[in-house]
């Protein structure tokens, strides 16, 4: 179970940072969604992973599955488009949270920044008071999701 805010951002924040990454994800699947995810990690190792995601925005099932290189490959050829690139980096906000942000695609001219705060429960993410350098919320606006940029090709359309 993924229990989540999003937020958009214009920079990251100054926090201290606990890793970072550089993705690679694509979509087999929209409906449900299924997407593959190819990660190298700051200090040099690489991770494959299978995610079959539910319907939901604050609360979704969510199944990471590890797999290898060559199936990440194998799928990555069914592929319809180019996987998106994110610029990953996750930060301790204290208090036991986590803020995820990237920059997804930012060497394009619909690029955008975004974070995310993933909590134990729905009453601490409802209870939540989002900090000033966190923007405009988008956790319940579909246009927002990163399925939605693999159908549309930019955020914000429904």
């Known amino acids: 179970m993924e229990i989540e805010r999003k937020f958009l951002i214009d920079k990251f924040p100054d926090l201290p940072e606990i890793s970072s990454a550089r993705v690679w994800q694509g979509y087999l699947s929209t409906a449900p969604v299924v997407r593959i995810r190819k990660a190298e990690l700051a200090d040099g190792r690489r991770r494959f992973e299978l995610t079959v995601k539910g319907k939901g925005t604050l609360v979704r099932t969510e199944v990471n599955i590890d797999i290898t290189a060559g199936q990440y490959e194998e799928m990555a050829g069914l592929l319809k488009r180019e996987p998106i690139f994110k610029d990953y980096h996750v930060y301790d906000m204290g208090g036991g949270l986590k803020l995820e942000c990237s920059i997804v695609d930012g060497n394009t001219d619909h690029g955008f920044m975004y974070a995310e705060v993933e909590f134990d429960s729905v009453e601490a993410a409802n209870s939540f008071a989002p900090p000033c350098y966190l923007g405009r919320e988008v ?20």
């Open 139 to 158: 956790t319940e606006d579909p246009g927002f999701s990163m399925n939605s940029y693999w159908i549309n090709g930019s955020i914000g359309i429904d």
